[in-house]
C-alpha cells in the first residue's frame, strides 16, 4: 500500500464495515463514516509508522483496488508480544467470494511467518457469522477469549480467533 491507496483503502473499509456490520453495530455510526477522515488516518499511519505494520492491497485488472489487509505484530494491550496479529480484512461486498480475502489473508500470514512469529491472532465480531466462516476455513479457530467492542455506545461482543504460522 501507498500513500495514493489511502482513498481506495479508505473506501473499502467504510464500505466493508457497512455491508458485513448492518444489524450487528449502530446504523447511524455506519451511516456516519467518512472515507476523507479514514484516508487522513490511514495516510498519517503509514507515512508515520515505524514499518511493522503491513498493509496490502488487491487490485482488479483495470487497477482498481479492491481488497485491503493489515497485519503486524500483536498487541495485547499496550504490550506488544512476539506473535502476529491481522488487525483488518475488508473487501469491495462485490469481490466477496472471488478469492481476494483468501489471497489478501494468505499473504498476510506469509509475511508474518517471515519474519519470525509463530501464531497469528485477529478478533473478529462475536455474531458476524460469515467473516467467522472465512477464517474457520483459513485454518484459524476460536482461542477462547472475548473482549466488548465499544460502538456509537453499544458494546458489541468480540471473539479470538488464532492460527498457527509454517516457519
Known amino acids: 500500500m501507498t500513500a495514493g491507496d489511502c482513498e481506495g483503502v ?7 464495515w457497512q ?6 453495530v449502530p446504523q447511524p455510526y455506519l451511516d456516519g463514516l467518512d472515507a476523507r477522515a479514514d484516508a487522513e488516518r490511514h495516510r498519517a499511519r503509514l507515512l508515520g509508522g515505524d514499518g511493522s505494520v503491513v498493509d496490502l492491497v488487491a487490485e482488479a485488472a483495470g487497477g482498481e483496488l479492491v481488497g485491503w489487509a493489515s497485519s503486524g505484530p500483536y498487541r495485547d494491550g499496550d504490550v506488544r508480544t512476539g506473535d502476529a496479529e491481522l488487525y483488518a480484512l475488508y473487501l469491495r461486498p462485490e469481490h466477496i467470494g472471488r478469492g481476494v480475502g483468501r489471497t489478501l489473508l494468505a499473504e498476510a500470514a506469509h509475511r508474518c511467518a517471515s519474519g519470525g512469529p509463530r501464531r497469528m491472532y ?14 474457520e476455513r483459513a485454518g484459524f479457530a476460536a482461542d477462547g ?12 461482543p468480540e471473539v479470538r480467533y488464532a492460527r498457527e504460522l509454517a516457519g
Open 19 to 24: 455491508h458485513a456490520y448492518r444489524g450487528l
Open 145 to 156: 477469549a472475548g473482549e466488548p467492542f465499544e460502538v456509537a455506545g453499544v458494546t458489541v
Open 122 to 135: 485477529l478478533w473478529v465480531l462475536e455474531h458476524n457469522t460469515r467473516a467467522r466462516r472465512f477464517y
Open 10 to 16: 479508505a473506501e473499502i473499509r467504510i464500505r466493508g
